[in-house]
């Protein structure tokens, strides 16, 4: 199969290199004419994947017109803020026909789109399909054993990307609740500030454990009250990314949170990146949407009010403390 | 209020620690006659919890008979294997009237019991309090935040140990689903044990958390099957407590796990203990209920083949990878 990845960071490097292992013809998209040289002439992304040797049939190109075009399956894994650009450049030049997949996890701003919606609108096709789950990149180049979720509400659609892209060691299972599995793939990441702010204050993992647990109820609620199953969060997309992101190496999400809570400001938090955090874009968008569906989302609410209105990590988790005692079921 | 706590390791001492910042009058039961000694001495416990310091007014006791003599609530918190001895040696000489709690986590070998159910037997009450949920004994010591919850059937009495354990930093929520809070307990060791082998075997991250994913989804399954409520395993005690253990400090379930993982025979990882992993013990009980009920627990069954049956840990891991692809719903 002639497959397409637009998008030359970490993960998008590591897909694009799963589907050349399963001897398919593989061309990535990189913004950075760096990453295309050097994973033409010494198959690695030193850049974004270090350490890693890529199938030498992958091929990079600079141009999104050569990379797209005449491929069957199209995935998108460029950042939530420039999904909609990107596509909206790669459209003119794909075939229509073809399957098209979105790794990349947010909420689009203002508009609150999910990116398998942005991908739709832009390329004007009925069905998207997202790809979402536990899953470090380095640990999927590395062959360690990963479980993710291929969702959408087009089932065919969801099991050519699981028949394409699975390997012994990288198990895809279809799913075809595409809102439960895209809301949680971006409010996990402002979970993760909450968690990195927790760390930041040294609550502890005792409060982490109840933080997560929070998280996940919370993010529940939310997508059932859009449509989507509370079983989803329970699965690979829900639970699994979230308890990955949450425990796992210090992702920049947490990073960030980290830094608010041991009393920098965001300004201060973000001097040091090059890159936005997810969670940052998204905790905007996660707090818009509860509000406007009346949802209970007091852990969104704080992380929000700590990001943009000013609030102390401190008061904000005395906040969250010192609700009510009550039955869990409550909750 | 005269409060009773039976089992001086490092979880017993803190809920007496508890109680007595409380202003309540603790007397603590432990076994170990320099336990005893110390506490009573120079208030602390430096062989089951080094480096803390406890409240004075907190009494030890060597014969238990005065420890729960007049105690208008009695507490047991030892090991599952020795609870029913245990609370037995105290039965002739506790008030019934008292409030009865246990912080024990553990499913009763041969009989299938569950903490609440060997203690309501043995001191012949209707009901008995479930105190569960993601705490490390020493955070709580340390006033880190920790949020727990009291199941019972008899509300009233959960509420009575919500009010007197509760304080600004450990938080308990009342549970009416008792089986739920004590299965959920007794089964994240076992998932503690599967967390631990694949750690031995390296398989990463990823792998961690789709492995806790589904552990959840066959702990909850069980339980479903043992009249238990599926939110309950969302909750604290279920989601909160496996979390906690599979991804904090390395724990003895996790440890025996990760020795196994390492191909060392069961024999082998427990030689260097002084004491039997809970999760072990509990495997076998996991595994019969499992069978009885006929409830599908891949991970259970695969623990129990390798602690009892000795499969080898990485062609179990194999077999679970392995199974078929399909839809997140069915599995």
Same mark, same amino acid.
């Not at 991908?119 to 789950?133: D, K, P």
């Not at 380095?138 to 479980?147: D, F, G, I, K, W």
């Not at 040091?272 to 509000?291: F, P």
């Given at each position: 199969?002639?497959?397409?990845?637009?998008?030359?960071?970490?993960?998008?490097?590591?897909?694009?290199?799963?589907?050349?292992?399963?001897?398919?013809?593989?061309?990535?998209?990189?913004?950075?004419?760096?990453v295309?040289?050097?994973?033409?002439?010494?198959?690695?992304?030193?850049?974004?994947?270090?350490?890693?040797?890529?199938?030498?049939?992958?091929?990079?190109?600079?141009?999104?017109?050569?990379?797209?075009?005449?491929?069957?399956?199209?995935?998108?894994?460029?950042?939530?803020?420039?999904?909609?650009?990107?596509?909206?450049?790669?459209?003119?030049?794909?075939?229509?026909?073809?399957?098209?997949v979105?790794?990349?996890?947010?909420?689009e701003?203002?508009?609150?789109?999910?990116?398998?919606?942005?991908?739709?609108?832009?390329?004007?096709?009925? *069905? @998207?399909?997202?790809?979402? !789950?536990?899953?470090?990149? %380095? &640990?999927? +180049?590395?062959?360690?054993?990963?479980? /993710?979720?291929?969702?959408?509400?087009?089932?065919?659609?969801a099991?050519?990307?699981?028949?394409?892209?699975?390997?012994?060691?990288?198990?895809?299972?279809?799913?075809?609740?595409?809102?439960?599995?895209?809301?949680?793939?971006?409010?996990?990441?402002?979970?993760?500030?909450?968690?990195g702010?927790?760390?930041?204050?040294?609550?502890?993992?005792?409060?982490?454990?109840?933080?997560?647990?929070?998280?996940?109820?919370?993010?529940?609620?939310?997508?059932?009250?859009?449509?989507?199953?509370?079983?989803?969060?329970?699965?690979?997309?829900?639970?699994?990314?979230?308890?990955?992101?949450?425990?796992?190496?210090?992702?920049?999400?947490? *990073? @960030?949170?980290l830094?608010? !809570?041991?009393?920098?400001? %965001? &300004?201060? +938090?973000?001097?040091?990146?090059?890159? /936005?955090?997810?969670?940052?874009?998204?905790?905007?968008?996660?707090?818009?949407?509860?509000?406007?569906?009346?949802?209970?989302?007091?852990?969104?609410?704080?992380?929000?009010?700590?990001?943009?209105?000013?609030?102390?990590?401190?008061?904000?988790?005395?906040?969250?403390?010192?609700?009510?005692?009550?039955?869990?079921?409550?909750?």
């Amino acid at each position: 199969m002639q497959a397409s990845v637009v998008g030359g960071g970490a993960w998008g490097t590591v897909l694009a290199d799963l589907l050349a292992r399963g001897e398919h013809h593989v061309r990535l998209w990189a913004l950075e004419p760096d990453v295309v040289e050097r994973i033409n002439r010494c198959h690695d992304n030193p850049r974004f994947l270090p350490g890693v040797q890529l199938h030498p049939q992958m091929r990079a190109c600079a141009d999104i017109r050569d990379a797209v075009r005449d491929a069957e399956l199209v995935l998108f894994v460029s950042p939530s803020h420039v999904l909609r650009e990107v596509v909206r450049s790669a459209a003119p030049h794909v075939d229509r026909t073809a399957t098209f997949v979105v790794a990349t996890k947010g909420i689009e701003r203002k508009t609150l789109a999910l990116m398998t919606d942005v991908v739709a609108g832009e390329v004007a096709v009925q *069905a @998207v399909v997202a790809l979402s !789950g536990p899953s470090f990149a %380095l &640990e999927v +180049a590395n062959q360690q054993p990963t479980a /993710v979720v291929a969702a959408s509400t087009d089932a065919a659609a969801a099991e050519r990307v699981q028949s394409v892209l699975s390997s012994p060691t990288f198990r895809i299972y279809t799913n075809d609740d595409v809102v439960g599995v895209e809301l949680a793939g971006a409010l996990k990441n402002v979970m993760a500030v909450a968690t990195g702010i927790a760390e930041g204050l040294d609550l502890g993992l005792n409060s982490r454990a109840a933080l997560i647990t929070r998280g996940l109820a919370e993010m529940t609620r939310l997508g059932v009250a859009l449509g989507a199953r509370a079983t989803t969060f329970a699965g690979l997309a829900g639970m699994g990314d979230l308890v990955l992101t949450c425990t796992g190496a210090l992702s920049r999400n947490r *990073a @960030v949170g980290l830094e608010l !809570g041991r009393g920098r400001t %965001l &300004e201060q +938090a973000l001097a040091a990146r090059d890159s /936005v955090a997810e969670g940052v874009l998204n905790a905007e968008s996660a707090y818009e949407l509860a509000r406007r569906h009346d949802v209970e989302m007091p852990i969104v609410r704080g992380v929000y009010r700590i990001l943009f209105e000013g609030h102390r990590a401190h008061a904000a988790i005395a906040e969250l403390m010192g609700r009510e005692l009550r039955s869990e079921h409550d909750r």
